[in-house]
C-alpha cells in the first residue's frame, strides 16, 4: 500500500511559478513510477509528468519545457515544479503511483496508476 498526501496548490498569475509536492508513505519499495496527472471538470484525467529510478522522465506535450518533475528518494518526495503557467494549466493536480513495472517508457496513462492522492488546486489567472 501507498499513500500520497499533495501540496503547494494555489492561484497563481500567468507567467508564474508554482512547486507541488507529494509526499509518500507505506511502501517498503522506493523504485515505483510516479506521476502528476491533472483533470478539470470537462476534460478526463491526463498524465503531464511521470518518472521513476531508472528512465527518463515523459512529459506531456502541453506541459514539455515548463514542467519539471523531480524525485527524492531519501524523503519520498516528489515534486512539480510548474513555470511559466497558462490560464489553461488551470486544473485539480493528482500525484500518483504504480509498484507495477511496464516495459518500455514510463507510463503517462491514469490507466496504470492503482495509488492516488486527494489531489490539489492550482487556478492561474490570466
Known amino acids: 500500500q501507498v499513500q500520497l498526501v499533495e501540496s503547494g496548490g494555489g492561484s497563481v498569475q500567468a507567467g508564474g511559478s508554482v512547486r507541488l509536492s507529494c509526499a509518500a508513505s507505506?511502501?517498503?519499495?522506493?523504485?515505483?513510477?510516479m506521476g502528476w496527472f491533472r483533470q478539470t471538470a470537462d476534460k478526463e484525467r491526463e498524465g503531464i509528468a511521470v518518472v521513476d529510478n531508472e528512465r527518463e522522465p515523459r512529459y506531456a506535450d502541453a506541459v514539455r519545457g515548463r514542467f519539471t518533475i523531480s524525485k527524492d528518494n531519501d524523503k519520498n518526495i516528489l515534486y512539480l515544479q510548474m513555470d511559466s503557467l497558462k490560464a489553461e494549466d488551470t486544473a485539480m493536480y493528482y500525484c500518483?503511483?504504480?509498484?507495477?513495472?511496464?516495459?518500455?517508457?514510463?507510463?503517462?496513462?491514469?490507466?496504470?496508476?492503482?495509488?492516488w492522492g486527494q489531489g490539489t488546486q492550482v487556478t492561474v489567472s490570466s
Open positions: 500518483a503511483a504504480t509498484l507495477t513495472y511496464y516495459e518500455g517508457r514510463v507510463p503517462l496513462s491514469q490507466h496504470e496508476y492503482n495509488y
Open positions: 507505506g511502501s517498503t519499495q522506493i523504485d515505483y513510477c
